[in-house]
């Protein structure tokens, strides 16, 4: 809640609008969902006399000036943690997104992690845990009244690792809207196309929500012949129309989500999804016809379900989640025989936990709060290989209870006068889980949240946890693959070799410890303006990886991995998985994000976040969009479910003052819908990140490799030191563009036939165009047809930058040429988006 100060002059203006102003605050005392329930139902003339101590903090403010409280949205987050970012609907609009999948690519770099796997951020919905990503996946933007990112410490207090930053997405509360989406893209070099259809149909109300998708998607082949690649061997050469360097494709989704209202504070989700893709490429002359080529046709289906419930016990949240997916695979590859491979996988992934969270009891500076999930997962996979006579089998299967718990402390907090230097709390988290097919794994973690001011806040973790290879990382099946194009460094060739893929029942359980302190900073003097710097430092040990690049480091560390000719040319490299001994990184990554809105219709009420009237890009105007705030010592209070109308503010951070302007909006959608203009909003967000170290040892006896400094175990070079990230845009009555920028400062791998390695700096820029035609009232009174529609133009690449790699002498080996690094290049697309 935002308390704004305003002249006592002021009030006669106020009241002479309309205005409702409770200044007397409520009493401090936590109340019940019910009772707050019942408080929402009173006038704000009739709120009860402040307290004697509500009293004597009220005296700190001038007798010249009232306070006005803006209520919080409906299922935003009532943490200790500050946000990181916040994107309102002016904000949200700019990106010109289709999708929250769209979104948070377009919001990747606000929501990467400097520790985890590099998988997505926790994803809440209104405050809630959700069953599964499936379960947002498509909703489109406009039914999104805010996005809050916040520090990976948050998800500790939903009963999640501490490895991914959080993602809360506040839906409007009456929203519906039926939109078909059609969209084509083709590289600019030619040689592919794609295109795509995407019916979808959403509603919101006070019952729930219903969200159904289908889509298709189309993509033609590109194959080596479309690029100018330059080979140093003529047999390679009369090959390249016969080498596909992307499949085509065609693949078929349909989805839908259920989300039911059971009562006032417990709702009810269910999802599916089914989705097919149909591929075919082509992996060389067959006896050395390029116009037979040898293809590889594959068809994957896969069939994925969740369900949850969640609600209030008490002052307790609770949740309990259910998952099943099926993905079954089929892939035949043809040989020059004319014989035909055959490869079958089908893997099965099921699992459910149940989560609950609440204030245990009263601490000496607020409640301390629990937080505590067990779950279980179960993983199946069958695989079958089918090569000639020879026939090899797979059956894998892996089962993992577990139990996860957090416990925050509440240390210091000046209101409940202990402390003068801010909130302070500690935060202490712990894991155990047992698969079936491996050791028992442990994890714990602490971090210290210090709230130095409302706009200031630092974070200090440590987190030790374990982690076991995957199931198929142990116990996939070999598969060789003949034909792939590889560099040599030992010879500084480019040859055609073989791969053998598969499990290594041998890998040990991966050992992580990993530190982060983090300054976030809202400047009090620059409104819209939010700093951040993180410093991480990881150290594991026994890492789990698959087979790194051959380089002459590499070989000689694994040389039974290697199979070579009498003159040393490579012929096959076994490239299933291995323990790394030891792996150390840090890194900082620093940056801001800077956002305003402007030229917003006066009409609506009282303002949002970035300066935006109610219904602009504000909160809306009605207080029923209030969410409880902390209670007494932060404790956070249940959202209330989708369309149920919330308690009252029950006195955030124990100072009343409920109320607030009141009126709705009108217009379909709600409060929210309408034909309204939106007006401008502009947004730029920048951020450095800076390795300082990564370094890996593989065994002993071997030198340590240092990424920074010419080593590497990918194909793409070492690690980039620096990696910048930019993102801009500007939306202003219905036209918008967005920039988003990206550069690293590129790497080198040392050693070689020819030399060393070099992979040259790279900026890749991507351009985004878009009309909402909603937001031109007189073009659609002219043309019905525009309304609710938008056109976006998106070029990728925009200046077909391609990452430039040289030996010693300047040549650019075959492997490295760009219509194989970057095949696609700069890549135009047009889209088309209409909803009624």
Do not use: C
């Amino acid at each position: 809640m935002n308390n704004i100060r305003l002249p006592i002059s002021a009030r006669a203006a106020l009241l002479a609008a309309g205005a409702s102003l409770a200044l007397p605050a409520m009493a401090a005392a936590p109340i019940g969902p019910a009772a707050a329930s019942a408080v929402a139902e009173q006038p704000a003339e009739a709120a009860p006399p402040a307290s004697a101590d509500n009293q004597s903090e009220e005296e700190e403010y001038s007798e010249d000036e009232i306070i006005v409280t803006a209520p919080r949205l409906a299922g935003q987050l009532a943490t200790d943690i500050k946000a990181e970012a916040e994107l309102d609907e002016a904000a949200i609009a700019s990106y010109g997104a289709s999708s929250i999948e769209e979104l948070l690519d377009a919001l990747e770099p606000q929501t990467r992690s400097g520790r985890g796997r590099g998988g997505r951020p926790v994803i809440l919905v209104n405050g809630r845990r959700i069953s599964g990503f499936g379960a947002v996946r498509n909703i489109p933007p406009e039914a999104i009244a805010k996005v809050e990112i916040f520090p990976e410490e948050v998800a500790l207090e939903y009963g999640y690792a501490a490895t991914e930053r959080v993602v809360n997405f506040v839906l409007k509360p009456d929203f519906r809207q039926i939109s078909v989406e059609a969209e084509a893209g083709i590289p600019t070099q030619g040689g592919q196309f794609k295109n795509e259809l995407e019916p979808a149909f959403i509603a919101i109300g006070d019952n729930g929500r219903l969200n159904l998708n289908a889509s298709w998607e189309h993509q033609t082949m590109l194959r080596e012949s479309e690029r100018d690649l330059v080979y140093d061997d003529p047999v390679l050469a009369a090959g390249a129309p016969a080498r596909s360097l992307a499949p085509a494709s065609d693949e078929y989704v349909i989805d839908g989500t259920l989300v039911r209202n059971i009562d006032k504070v417990t709702e009810a989700s269910v999802s599916l999804r089914f989705d097919q893709t149909d591929s075919l490429s082509l992996l060389g002359p067959r006896n050395g016809n390029p116009d037979d080529p040898r293809r590889r046709d594959s068809r994957s289906q896969n069939w994925t379900s969740s369900a949850s419930v969640n609600g209030m016990l008490g002052d307790w949240r609770w949740s309990v989640t259910g998952n099943y997916a099926d993905a079954d695979q089929r892939t035949f590859t043809e040989q020059d025989s004319g014989a035909r491979d055959r490869f079958d996988s089908s893997q099965q992934s099921f699992g459910t936990n149940a989560n609950i969270s609440g204030s245990v009891v009263d601490g000496w500076a607020g409640p301390i709060r629990a937080s505590i999930t067990g779950g279980y997962s179960g993983q199946r996979f069958d695989s079958r290989t089918e090569r000639g006579v020879d026939i090899t089998t797979t059956e894998l299967a892996r089962d993992t209870p577990s139990v996860f718990g957090s416990l925050t402390v509440p240390l210091l907090d000046p209101e409940y006068d202990i402390g003068n230097i801010g909130r302070l709390s500690l935060t202490l988290n712990a894991q155990a889980e047992r698969p079936s097919d491996f050791s028992a794994l442990t994890s714990w973690g602490a971090t210290l949240n210090w709230g130095v001011t409302d706009n200031l806040s630092l974070l200090a973790s440590y987190a030790s946890d374990e982690a076991a290879p995957s199931m198929t990382q142990l116990g996939a099946a070999p598969l060789e693959t003949e034909g792939v194009t590889y560099y040599d460094f030992r010879t500084g060739q480019t040859v055609l070799i073989t791969t053998i893929t598969g499990g290594n029942p041998f890998l040990l359980a991966e050992q992580r410890r990993d530190l982060k302190v983090g300054l976030n900073w809202e400047l009090p003097m620059v409104e819209g303006l939010r700093f951040s710097i993180n410093y991480n430092r990881n150290r594991s040990n026994d890492t789990a990886n698959g087979f790194p690049l051959l380089t002459p480091e590499i070989e000689a560390a694994f040389p039974d991995r290697v199979i070579r000719d009498d003159n040393g040319t490579l012929l096959a490299i076994d490239q299933r998985p291995v323990n790394f001994e030891r792996a150390t990184n840090s890194q900082i990554r620093w940056g801001f994000n800077f956002g305003k809105s402007f030229g917003q219709s006066e009409a609506g009420g009282g303002r949002g976040r970035f300066g935006g009237r109610s219904g602009a890009g504000g909160p809306p105007p009605s207080s029923d969009a209030g969410t409880p705030p902390p209670r007494e010592g932060g404790e956070a209070a249940s959202p209330p479910a989708e369309g149920q109308r919330p308690p009252a503010e029950a006195g955030e951070r124990r100072r009343g003052g409920g109320g607030g302007f009141r009126g709705r909006g009108g217009g379909r959608g709600g409060m929210f819908g309408g034909r309204q203009q939106q007006g401008g909003r502009w947004q730029v967000s920048l951020y450095h990140t800076v390795k300082l170290t990564d370094k890996i040892l593989i065994g002993p006896g071997v030198p340590e490799l240092d990424l920074l400094n010419g080593s590497a175990t990918g194909s793409g070079g070492g690690t980039n030191r620096h990696l910048v990230e930019l993102d801009g845009g500007l939306f202003y009555k219905g036209f918008g563009t967005r920039v988003s920028a990206k550069y690293d400062s590129g790497s080198s791998i040392v050693g070689g036939a020819n030399g060393d390695l070099k992979f040259h700096d790279l900026a890749t820029f991507n351009l985004r165009f878009f009309a909402d035609f909603n937001q031109m009232p007189k073009l659609t009174d002219d043309l019905p047809f525009l309304k609710g529609s938008r056109l976006r133009l998106s070029v990728n690449n925009l200046f077909d930058a391609q990452r430039k790699v040289t030996d010693a002498s300047g040549v650019v080996p075959l492997n490295y040429q760009p219509g194989y690094t970057d095949s696609l290049g700069r890549y135009v697309e047009l889209e088309w988006r209409k909803a009624f």
